[in-house]
């Protein structure tokens, strides 16, 4: 059996620039991390001569199926055939959040998957190659609408400045805090579920058959990355990263109607009459988690007014996807 490990993440800044569609007139950038919550996949030798069928999967649903072609599963479908396995192999998954929640879940499976894939036939990888490769399974073999930054941070892990360039170049540069500023963060995040599970790849579309009209809020949104990178590598107070954080769940309510509503809405103008100072929908939008940035003293209060919110517990900078048992 083999077991791969992958981060999921939260995007501070820059999300919206990191689509090949933008960046590659303008460059795009994006700060954030990865969180200690996990997609997890197992692989295994399964023997087909002694059963009708040849491939075996898990996840909220089983198949069991004798050629590739008949699953109905399209990431684990193509993902099977971009590593040339096609038979005699058992896989499941589980994960410590549910999917279309705006962390990163999806890119997280994928690069999660493809490790575990390419551990189970001997083939050596690294981050830059397993980030590379998801990118292109996601955008170009199954045609989804995704950017380019959960499949990085799921395969390298930790605190980056990620920077896509017009040649599409990407570059990850690890963004070193100190210990006990570190610390402060991670005191100041709060995660809450708003309940409501969306398809991030139709709001990003709506984005994107949008982007003329919005290349002036994405160029704000871009110009945050920067702001934020000067506060967290200076002696700058981290409440202007809360601050900024504001500033940017505004810019990016700007690019699609279907980014927010009014239980969205409401939640996050409780938490900041609470004392949250900044905060965001992670993701593209439309549901999945609130990320709040409030001061320790004020948190009391803003689990108050958003009761019946589930918190989800955070640390961030966690490494990236590996393999964590392989017998």
Known sequence: MIISKTPCRISFFGGGTDFPEFYCNNTGAVIGTTIDKYVYHSAMPFPSELFDYKIRISYSSVECVSKIDSLKHAPYREALRFVGVDKDIELHVASDLPNFSGLGTSSAFTVGLLNVLFATVNTD???????????????????????????????????????????????????????????????????????????????????????????????????????????????????????????????????????????????????????????????????????????????????IVLQGKPEISIRINSPGSSIVYKS
């Not at 700058?236 to 700007?254: I, N, S, V």
């Not at 239980?263 to 992670?282: F, N, T, V």
Request: glycine share 8%.
């Open 125 to 303: 990888t690294n981050p830059h190659e397993l980030a590379r490769k998801a990118i292109h399974l996601e955008r170009t073999i199954l045609k989804e609408t995704v950017g380019c930054q959960d499949q990085i941070f799921a395969a390298y892990g930790g605190f980056n400045l990620v920077s896509f360039g017009r040649d599409e170049q990407i570059s990850v540069e690890r963004i070193q805090l100190k210990a006990a500023r570190e610390e402060e963060l991670n005191k100041s995040l709060m995660l809450f579920y708003t309940g409501i599970k969306r398809s991030a790849q139709i709001v990003e579309r709506n984005k994107l058959n949008n982007l003329s009209s919005n290349l002036r809020t994405l160029k704000n949104i871009l110009n945050h990355v920067d702001q934020a990178y000067k506060i967290l590598t200076t002696s700058k107070p981290l409440a202007e990263f809360g601050e900024l954080l504001d500033k940017t769940w505004h810019e990016k309510r700007k690019l699609d109607s279907s980014v927010s509503n009014q239980i969205i809405d409401e939640m996050y103008s409780s938490a900041k009459k609470a004392g949250a100072l900044g905060g965001k929908l992670l993701g593209a939008g439309a549901g999945g988690f609130l990320l709040l940035f409030v001061p320790p003293e004020k948190q009391d209060k803003v689990r």
